[in-house]
């Protein structure tokens, strides 16, 4: 071990300082450092393709991505440092579980890390389950089937007719209609809770094409977040208000003092009126002046303004290139908006 001196006035003491381990330990550091991976070992080391790497790049700020000339890549730290973040997120949720230790060493089985002993008890490894009769289990989902049928024919039956799909059926204006405040993105959750108790409910949706896996889709997004509305016929003056609170996916039913807020029938059919007739006609993802993002090929990285739609999957986009403004057609599913 390496020994310095170090003098204090007149007095001289000896320091033990262990320089070899230092120097070894800010090798390591400055190698961590300038180790540098593509975009595609990054996508490999996380188990996605590079196009869910590129989406997750704009939503985590914590995993930035480096530009040299027209090279793009990543810092080994910081991937580490993005790793290590997501594991402590896993770990706190795993901390709030009833019985955290039994969790925990349920994901070790999985993992195969059977050599680890977590409380004392080691790990086991994943059974085997057998490989099912064939023909046995063809039977067993044929019935279920059946019996599902069945079921659902029941159900359809004693159905109020003003909860049939909205699309096909109009709003029934024979009672009055309240509003429901659902949490953070669970509206359809709510949705999907409050009708399997037979509550009559009506969540305002519209169509937006939206850039996915290289192309274009259409989904159906609540038209107005974090609501929806909810009938007050005879099984929601049996039932009261007790059982919508505590569904899950709902916040609360809207109230204005100790009434519920109830919502005009003429309004509540023009926006249903309204959505029929966005249905056929989906919104489009970005609008002339939108700021986006070139996600991938050789434009990647590139921030832009949205110009036109040039055809069903290519758009009209505007570059600075050379000092002077350069509209490029791209892939719309090659797009993403950001602030």
Request: proline share 6%; with cysteine; aromatic share 8%.
């Amino acid at each position: 071990m390496p020994v310095g001196m170090a003098s204090t006035g007149s007095s001289c003491c000896l320091v033990s300082i262990d320089v070899t381990a230092i120097v070894v330990t800010e090798m390591e550091k400055a190698d961590l450092t300038n180790t540098t991976l593509t975009i595609q070992e990054v996508a490999n080391r996380l188990g996605l393709s590079a196009l869910e790497l590129s989406e997750l790049r704009l939503t985590a700020e914590d995993l930035p991505i480096e530009r040299q000339g027209f090279k793009l890549f990543y810092h080994l730290h910081s991937v580490k440092a993005f790793e290590r973040g997501e594991t402590e997120k896993v770990i706190e949720r795993v901390l709030t579980a009833d019985r955290p230790l039994v969790l925990l060493r349920q994901m070790a089985s999985a993992a195969g890390f059977t050599k680890l002993k977590i409380a004392g008890k080691q790990v086991e490894p994943v059974s085997v389950q057998p490989q099912p009769n064939i023909n046995q289990a063809r039977a067993n989902v044929d019935t279920s089937v059946a019996h599902a049928a069945e079921v659902r024919a029941e159900v359809t039956a004693g159905q109020s007719q003003a909860c049939a799909p909205r699309l096909h059926k109009p709003l029934d204006r024979s009672y009055p209609w309240y509003v429901v405040h659902t949490k953070p993105r669970q509206e359809f959750v709510a949705l999907e809770n409050l009708e399997r108790q037979g509550y009559c409910c009506y969540l305002p949706q519209f169509k937006l094409k939206k850039p996915k896996a290289r192309k274009l889709i259409v989904i159906e997004e609540p038209m107005f977040p974090r609501y929806l509305f909810i009938g007050a016929d005879a099984l929601y003056e049996k039932k009261g208000t007790s059982f919508i609170r505590s569904t899950k996916g709902v916040h609360e039913l809207v109230r204005f003092g100790t009434k519920p807020a109830q919502i005009r029938f003429e309004l509540l059919q023009g926006i249903f009126d309204r959505e029929q007739a966005q249905h056929s006609s989906p919104s489009e993802p970005f609008q002339m002046g939108d700021c986006v993002r070139v996600l991938d090929g050789p434009l990647a990285g590139f921030e832009t303004i949205y110009q036109a739609q040039t055809g069903e999957e290519r758009s009209m986009i505007l570059l600075k290139l050379l000092n002077r403004p350069v509209q490029v057609q791209v892939a719309t599913a090659q797009l993403r908006k950001f602030a």
